[in-house]
């Protein structure tokens, strides 16, 4: 059974950072593995933050986070990382790992197979 656990998440002033970290496990080894990041505020709908994969397919970030933002993957594809620097209150959210691509555009939820349950992070003012 896969699993994915996210932790790193928690409050912090803006122009702050957090590093958020996603652990998979029930996983078989890939060649290609995509994993995201994505985020949800109250009212909105789910969206991708960044994605990489193991196998040279491409790192992506949202316009909103380049440049402040840093998404990482170990070689085995068991722990993706998200480096958030500067952040801002509109950073505010609860974020999301997402694993298994099927195809599309990186930043589509439907896209992913599995999700983690989410970690808060909230950006003051």
């Known amino acids: 059974q896969v699993q994915l656990a996210e932790s790193g998440g928690g409050s912090v002033q803006a122009g702050g950072s957090l590093t958020l970290s996603c652990a998979v496990s029930?996983?078989?080894?890939?060649?290609?593995?995509?994993m995201a990041w994505f985020r949800q505020a109250p009212g909105n709908e789910r969206e991708g933050v960044a994605s990489t994969s193991t196998g040279g397919g491409g790192t992506y970030y949202a316009d909103s986070v380049k440049g402040r933002f840093t998404i990482s993957q170990d070689n085995a594809g068991n722990t993706a990382y998200l480096q958030m620097t500067s952040l801002k209150p509109e950073d505010t959210a609860m974020y999301y790992c997402?694993?298994?691509?099927?195809?599309?555009?990186?930043?589509?939820?439907?896209?992913?197979?599995?999700w983690g349950r989410g970690t808060q992070v909230t950006v003051s003012s």
């Open positions: 997402a694993a298994d691509f099927r195809g599309g555009r990186w930043a589509d939820a439907y896209a992913y197979n599995y």
């Open positions: 029930g996983y078989s080894a890939r060649t290609y593995i995509r």
